[in-house]
C-alpha cells in the first residue's frame, strides 16, 4: 500500500484526532497571518492619525513688540482703540520659508474680518437685503442685536450684521479644514488666483434660498466705511462656488462670530471691498506651514527661526501646533513593537505547542509503526506518511485562516488603535481648560472613528509565506517528534507494543 493512500486512510478513520489537529494549526496560522498583517495595517493607519492630527507650523505678527502698536480712535473720537502697525506676513515670506523647509504639503496664508452679505435678485446690490444669519448665540441678546444691525443702515455699529470671513491662498488648506472643524460637501475649494468666488456654510445657504453659482454681493463693515468718511459702500460680486458643512460645533456667544456663519474668499476679492485695502502691508495675519510628515516639525521651527526677522524681537514669530499628535505619538509607536513581539511569541509557542502535540500522537501510534516496520516498510517511507498527513492538515488550516485571519486582525487592530487614540486624545484634552475641553467632548466620539478606520488586506507574498512557513514549521515538528520514535529497532518497538 503506498504511503499516500495510508495517509489518506489515517486521516479519514481517525476523524477526532485529525479535526484536532485541524483546529490547532488553524488557530497558529490564524494567529501569526493575523498579526502579520496587522502590524502592516497598523503602520499605514498610524501613518494616517499622525497625519490626520499633523499639527503645523504658524508664522504670525510679533504682536508683543511695543513699537508695533499705536493709538487711534473711532466713531467720533469716543472709543480708544490700539492698532497694529507691525509687519504682516506675506506671499514673498511665505515663498522664502517654503524653500528652505523639504516635505511640504503645503502652505496657506490667512486672513479674517467682518463684512456684509447682500442678496440682489435684480442685480443691483443697492437694493439688494441682508443675508439672515443661523441663530446660534447663546447671548440673550443675539438675535435683538442682529435685528438692529440689519436695519442700522450705516450707522456705526453693525457687528451684529455680519459675517466672519477668512481670506486664504487655498482655501483646501485653510486651517479650519485641515484641521477637521469644517468640510468641504459641494462644490470646489478656491485658491489665490481667482477673484469674485465665495464658499460658505451649506445650512447658510439653503436658509437664505442660495445654491452653487449663484451671486451674492459682499461689502465692508460700517466701523471701516466710518473711518474713510464714506456714506456708499464698495460691493464686491461673488459667485457660489463651494459648500462646506460644520463639522466641529461649539457655543459661541454671538451668531456673527460661529463657523455657521462664515465664508471664505481670496485676498483679490478683499481687495475690491476693503476701503483700508491700500493701508495695510498684507490682508493676512499668518501662514500655516504643513509637513507630509509632522515628525519633522521640530526640525522645522528651527530653520525657520534660523531666517532673518524670526531672531528674538523680530517682526515674526513661528510656533508649532502639535499638542494632540505628541498626545498620541508616543503610545503609537508601541504599537508596532508589541505587535512584533506578539508575532513571535506566536510563532515560538504555536511550534512548542505543535512539538507536543505531535510526540504524543507519535508515541500513540507505535504499534501501527511496529507493523509497518515488521512488514518490511522503512522507516523514511513512514516517516514521509506522517509528513504527507500534515502537510494535508497544514494546507486546509492555512486556507481556512486566510478568511479568519481579516476578521481578526480588523477587529483587533481596531480596538488597539481605538483605545490608543482614545487615551492620547483623553490626554491632549485633560491640559485643555474647561471651556476648550467642553467644546472638544462633542466631537472626539466622531474624530476617534475618523483616525482608528482600520483596513486590513492580506497579500499573495504574505499568503505565500504562510503556506511556506507552516509546511516548513510543521515538517520540523513533525520529524522533530518522530525522532525518540525511529531511535528505537523494530524488536524494541513490538516489545513496547505488548
Not at 482655501?171 to 468666488?197: C, K, P, Q, W
Not at 483679490?268 to 510628515?293: H, L, M, Q, W
Not at 498626545?327 to 504555536?350: D, E, F, R, S
Not at 483596513?455 to 499573495?460: E, F, H, L, M
Request: glycine share 6%; proline share 3%; net charge negative.
Amino acid at each position: 500500500m503506498s504511503l499516500i493512500r495510508r495517509a489518506f486512510l489515517y486521516l479519514t478513520r481517525k476523524r477526532v484526532k485529525t479535526t484536532s489537529l485541524f483546529v490547532i494549526v488553524l488557530v497558529i496560522a490564524t494567529l501569526a497571518l493575523s498579526s502579520v498583517s496587522l502590524k502592516d495595517a497598523l503602520e499605514t493607519a498610524q501613518l494616517n492619525v499622525r497625519q490626520s492630527l499633523g499639527g503645523c507650523l504658524i508664522v504670525v505678527p510679533n504682536y508683543d513688540k511695543t513699537e508695533n502698536w499705536e493709538a487711534d480712535t473711532i466713531m467720533g473720537g469716543t472709543i480708544p482703540v490700539m492698532n497694529f502697525t507691525g509687519m504682516r506676513p506675506t506671499k514673498e515670506l511665505a515663498e522664502t520659508i517654503e524653500q528652505e523647509l523639504d516635505g511640504l504639503q503645503g502652505y496657506n496664508l490667512s486672513g479674517g474680518d467682518f463684512v456684509r452679505l447682500f442678496k440682489a435678485p435684480d442685480g443691483n446690490p443697492q437694493n439688494g437685503y441682508d443675508l439672515s444669519h443661523i441663530a446660534v448665540g447663546i447671548n440673550s441678546y443675539d438675535a435683538k442685536l442682529m435685528a438692529e444691525a440689519k436695519e442700522s443702515g450705516f450707522a456705526h455699529s453693525d457687528n451684529a450684521a455680519t459675517y466672519n470671513v477668512s481670506v486664504c491662498t487655498d482655501s483646501s488648506l485653510d486651517y479650519y479644514f485641515m484641521n477637521n472643524e469644517v468640510r468641504l460637501v459641494a462644490g470646489r475649494h478656491i485658491n489665490e488666483n481667482e477673484t469674485g468666488v465665495v464658499m460658505i456654510n451649506e445650512k447658510l445657504a439653503e436658509f437664505n434660498d442660495l445654491q452653487i453659482g449663484d451671486m451674492i454681493y459682499v461689502r465692508d463693515s460700517n466701523v471701516h466705511l466710518y473711518q474713510k468718511g464714506m456714506t456708499e459702500a464698495v460691493f464686491a460680486p461673488v459667485e457660489i462656488v463651494g459648500l462646506f458643512e460644520v463639522v466641529k460645533e461649539y457655543p459661541v456667544e454671538f451668531s456673527f462670530t460661529a463657523p455657521e456663519n462664515m465664508i471664505f474668499i481670496t485676498a483679490g476679492t478683499r481687495e475690491i471691498y476693503d476701503v483700508t485695502y491700500e493701508e495695510r502691508t498684507s490682508p493676512f495675519k499668518s501662514i500655516y506651514f504643513y509637513a507630509e510628515e509632522p515628525d519633522d516639525l521640530d526640525h522645522m521651527i528651527e530653520q525657520v527661526q534660523a531666517l532673518p526677522g524670526f531672531e528674538e524681537g523680530g517682526d515674526f514669530v513661528v510656533t508649532v501646533r502639535n499638542e494632540a499628535l505628541n498626545a498620541i505619538k508616543g503610545p503609537l509607536q508601541n504599537i508596532g513593537q508589541i505587535v512584533t513581539i506578539l508575532i513571535v511569541l506566536i510563532l515560538v509557542v504555536g511550534v512548542i505547542i505543535l512539538s507536543l502535540v505531535l510526540s504524543a500522537r507519535t508515541k500513540e501510534r507505535v504499534r501501527e509503526t511496529g507493523i509497518l516496520l515488521s512488514v518490511g516498510v522503512k522507516k523514511t517511507n513512514i516517516l514521509l506518511q506522517y509528513l504527507v498527513e500534515m502537510t494535508v492538515i497544514v494546507l486546509l488550516a492555512c486556507t481556512v485562516s486566510v478568511f479568519s485571519s481579516m476578521l481578526v486582525a480588523e477587529n483587533a487592530g481596531t480596538m488597539i488603535l481605538q483605545d490608543t487614540v482614545n487615551s492620547g486624545i483623553e490626554s491632549y484634552t485633560q491640559q485643555l481648560d474647561e471651556e476648550e475641553r467642553v467644546n472638544n467632548a462633542d466631537v472626539a466620539a466622531e474624530e476617534t472613528q475618523n483616525l482608528t478606520k482600520l483596513t486590513v488586506s492580506i497579500g499573495a507574498g504574505e499568503i505565500a509565506v504562510l503556506y511556506a512557513g507552516g509546511l516548513l514549521l510543521a515538517w520540523i515538528a513533525v520529524a522533530a517528534s518522530s525522532v525518540p520514535l525511529f531511535r528505537l529497532k523494530p524488536r524494541e518497538i513490538l516489545s513496547r507494543m505488548s
